[in-house]
């Protein structure tokens, strides 16, 4: 991948990572339903989403780490030239 595409990748996982974030925010109003006494979603049922929400966001997380120390590998070896 050339830098640029490189840098527009990065901007693409930090935004997902971004909106990530701010969905595991929201996981909390979900943990309220599941605990009310007449819930309309099963325990069972709120922890799978939340485990996949946090597994999602761990692998976003870990995209955009993977993206930055490319873009830097290749802003130092440009930088180099």
Known sequence: MTP????????????????????????????DRASMPNAT???????KQVASALALNERLRDRAKHLRALVRTADSDAAQR
């Open 4 to 31: 640029e595409m490189l840098k527009t990748e990065l901007e693409r996982a930090e935004d997902a990572e971004q909106q990530s974030d701010e969905q595991l925010r929201q996981l909390v109003a979900l943990i």
């Open 41 to 47: 979603l099963t325990a069972s049922d709120c922890a």
